[in-house]
């Protein structure tokens, strides 16, 4: 019983970023690599999550696939991490209702994130008539159906951004909740493991993150970048006006944040500050040339690969590796229903 059963997910909205993939993607793969033949990694594609937010159907749909490829073109291998898209297994779900049946309201509406899609600037963040009327009980529900997915299969580790803490918290107390109310050491409580890259900011703002949502697209860069647009971005990225390379994340963000990013993409292990350190006596095109260079290295190859994996067997390969994914998350997660079915009644 000494293995670890690996789960993430990431939703299926858009090409993944540097952000995305620096702050969870990568780890995935990485995670993977370490593993031994015991333990099991299982990452979803979560669209049921994706539309508690509106989503064009055909979009979405596309989406699903575009991001399936990306997971793929980044390295993960589908005989060794479990990919599938979350509606694929129906046990996500029903799990989610049995416990909602146990899960505390109170607890629930104290978290943040849907405050954070709902509220967007208001800082009060009570929830009164008004607010709940606009507030659907998918995006308020989201941790449940959250807790659910990791809770289904079992899952021993969770690697997560750090804003993902918080809903961790909640799946462990959903846990104790369940488990309580069955007298039965039945849910298995995860552990988080958390990224140990630090978040990537935006080209344009670096008080905010690299974020899908800015409607800024100089202010990211994607997977699929060409290395034109990656030295485009970089060379264009806003700092200050001092023109010496120090690593002073408080009083130089954007500086900052290019060092971060060299370092996370150079191919040996370092940190921001000794990659100012080496760029000492340089000026902040030396160090945009040095980033430049760092993240284009660290993503050749994923463009191509992702474009050839779309277009492969004419989408047939794709469609093959989404049956498969679902097939083996059914079955893991069947056999944690069969217990829950069991001592609940049902
Ligand atoms: P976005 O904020 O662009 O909508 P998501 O919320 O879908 O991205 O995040 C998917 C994953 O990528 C999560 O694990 C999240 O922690 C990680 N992530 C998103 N943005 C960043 C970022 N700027 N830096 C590091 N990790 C990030
Ligand atoms: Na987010």
Redesign the pocket.
């Known amino acids: 019983d000494d293995y670890a059963v690996v789960f ?1 997910g ?2 299926p ?1 858009g090409t ?2 540097l ?2 993939y ?4 990568r780890q995935w793969r990485r995670l993977q690599d370490m593993a031994g033949d015991e333990d099991k990694l299982l990452f979803s594609i979560v669209d049921l999550h994706a539309i508690t937010m509106p989503q064009d159907a055909e979009a979405l749909r596309s989406r699903r696939r575009e991001m399936l490829a990306a997971l793929l073109a980044i390295g993960l291998d589908p005989k060794r991490s479990t990919l599938f898209y979350q509606s694929s297994v129906m046990q996500h779900t029903e799990l989610m209702w049995i416990l909602s049946c146990t899960a505390s309201m109170g607890y629930l509406g104290r978290m943040t994130q849907y405050k954070s899609k709902l509220l967007a600037g208001n800082k009060a963040g009570d929830l009164d008539e008004a607010v709940s009327s606009r507030l659907k009980l998918g995006l308020f529900s989201y941790p449940v159906l959250q807790a659910a997915d990791i809770l289904v299969h079992r899952a021993t580790h969770v690697p ?5 803490k918080q809903h961790l918290e909640f799946a462990r107390e959903c846990v104790t909740n369940f488990n309580h109310t069955y007298d039965q050491e039945l849910l298995v409580s995860p552990q988080t493991i958390t ?1 140990p ?1 630090s ?3 935006s080209l344009r703002d670096p008080s905010q ?5 800015s409607p800024n697209v100089r202010s990211r860069i994607l997977i699929t970048s060409t290395p034109n647009e990656i030295r485009q971005r970089i060379m264009s990225a806003v700092t200050d006006n001092t023109n010496a390379v120090t690593y002073e994340p408080n009083d130089r963000p954007g500086v900052a944040n290019l060092l971060e990013l060299t370092a996370q993409c150079s191919p040996n292990p370092t940190t921001p500050a000794d990659v100012a350190d080496l760029l000492m006596g340089g000026t902040l095109g030396d160090l945009k040339n040095a980033c430049a260079e760092a993240v284009t290295a660290e993503l050749r190859g994923i463009r191509d690969r992702y474009t050839e994996l779309l277009e492969r067997q004419g989408g047939k390969y794709l469609v093959d590796i989404e049956a498969a994914g679902a097939e083996v998350a059914r079955r893991n997660a069947e056999e944690t229903m069969r217990l829950v079915r069991d001592v609940v009644g049902l």
């Open positions: 993430s990431i939703q909205t993944p970023h952000g995305n620096l702050g969870a993607m997560v951004g750090d804003d993902q990224a890259s978040r990537v900011m993150k690299m974020s899908k949502s």
